[in-house]
């Protein structure tokens, strides 16, 4: 018993309702956990849904005067009843989460709905616009929307199907950065930290599930406002999975802070999930230039044997004389492996010749590292060659190339510029052939800097618009080519994308190498905090044509998106500048892709029920499906419909004509069946080639979608 419990005990025997008080608080206490973070989980979040219509037993809040920049009313309330006064719609609401609640009357016009996150929520798409010209390329997806509610919509349709996330999120720096509950999260808020980390935990939470279990990762860049709580965040949520972080300079001029190190560096948290693994790369992201040309200039390697098992009594059948003409510094012949118990004395020298024999720098007996017959080939194909002298020594080494290299050569990724009189190969040593290594944990590239290649480069698409720190799109596109090199046709998603800059680094990545990787974007429509006030004095609210205009998602992302793909800004003039380092070209010959902005919708449960919404969810089917090809927005009167990825069917006495056309569209993926009865779901199923997934839908199509905080 420890001392605290043996306390207890003494108080509960002196005053039992004390004693059980202690117990509890003590109970609560010890649960928590030990090590790690401890943060409370606060009062669930909530998101205001601007637009939506309001009804009967919403929960709303309701704004403040059109023209007023204050804060207005922070209650919740509950709609107990809408009726109309002449023309105006009053609704009479019931103040929530209050012991005695207040009542009022207050215009329909000045209430907003608000989904709390444990609430059900329906989420559907509709499509605000489209870019064309990937031609059967996949569609890269952008969705306006709260984050965690479009990654509950995700869940549907990307399960342990993406290949990497990354985050640039709120770095809650305390300068309106970023919202907790509709509310700037301040630098003298008490709970900043802990209503950050609530908000991060719940979306990454979801996000785990999003992520291929077998080999994915996430990468979360933030600065030192949070860096360690990160770490510790993440840790926590993917326990198991390695992880590590990689300090990247994107600002080498520092931004001084008073009498402190002038900061230069961000962070990026990589969590490796699965086999998640970094690819080898021509850069390392650290090494300059100079020091990686000196490493770079020799990719002959020593044919005598290193390290642990390297005597010649380790493997006789490696231990041969080597015949060289030391004057024309060739390789003239390779003498057999000898008998561990002959001498190599024995072994006569040719006139003018000279034998070299592995001999190690003590005088001991070593051994090659090819056996003879692999060396005698080597030699005359000119992959081996006599290396340099050792006039101290009166030794010679020998070279060769390792297999590694040797297929470089085949596939054409070091070029063959000939011979040399001895017959050895000549090999172009440039840039490109530089051998390829691990990125280190420090990246310290001028390409990466945030002010000339994110917002400097973001003014060529979007001239005359400002954004706050985007990220450099080389930085991003470096990033997402570690991971993503040997993957053409990964799913990326981002869910704080800002302006976009993550899918504008999938462009370049799939121009490099034909790829066909997709972006998966997610931003909210927030008006800039300065932008704001400015709107509300012009007696404009949230959901407001002339207010959503100025949001990131509107003002931003989709024109940044738009004109990265097409080449020409909103005002129709070509993109002014050229793309740099790793694919020089101009920014005005645009990118064949192909992209659809999406908007997330909240439908009612009264549209669930009454089976008004297919058009919304139409959307995730065809996403579901691969984002590619024609959709199906309205299911026909024959009761089905089969397009290039996917078929609904809704009508079960057509399911054999419908299997007939699933059979004959080859690219099909999913067939998803319309029913509710189990029975007759499986009996479709049977009929259906083993290459497409069923899916089931229930007939009341939203209910398919109803995803809640309290999972
Ligand atoms: C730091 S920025 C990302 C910048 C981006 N990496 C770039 O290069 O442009 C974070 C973005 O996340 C968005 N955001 C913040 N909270 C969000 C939420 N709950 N749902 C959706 N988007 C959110 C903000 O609007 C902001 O644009």
Redesign the pocket.
Known sequence: MSRLTDLIARARAKDAALGEELEKEFKALSSRRSFGLNFERHKPENVELPGRPIRKGDKVNILPQRGSTKKGDQNLWKVLKISKVGDVRVAELSQLGVDEPDVREVQVDNLVVVAEFRDYIYPGLISTGKVERGGDKPYHTVING???HVLEALTYTHRGKIDLIYI???YNTGAKD?KYNNNYVESEDLYRHSKWLAFMERRLKIAKDLLNPNDSALIVTIDEKEVHRLGLLLEQIFQGCRTQMVTTVTNQRGVARGQEFARVDEYAFIVFVGEGKVNENSDDYLTSDETASKQRIDIWNRLMRRGTDSLRQDSPRQFYPIFIDPERKAIIDVGDPLDVNTSRDTVECPKGLKIVWPLRTNGDEGRWTLGAEKLRLYAKRGMAKVGSYNKKRDSWSISYLISKDIKRIDNGEIKVLGKDENGVLLLELSDSISRKRLPRTVWFRDSHNAGTY?SALLKNFLPGKK?P???SLYLVEDMLRVFLEDKKNATVLD????????AHAVFRLNRQDGGRRKAIL???N?VAAEEQSTLKKKHLRPGDRDWEQWG?CEYITKPRIQAAITGKTSQESSVKGDYKFRDEFPMADGFEENAEFFTLTYETPVAVQHNVSFKRIAPLLWIRAGSQGKRIDKIPEKGWEVVETFGILENLDQSIKFCRAVKAQKSLRIAYIVTDDDRRFQAVTRQLPDSVEPVRLYESYLSNFRFSMGR
């Open positions: 709260e984050n965690f640039d999120p709120p970023w994110g954004f720190f985007p990220k869910f704080f994308a800002g302006s976009g800059t993550t997610v931003t909210n927030e990131i």
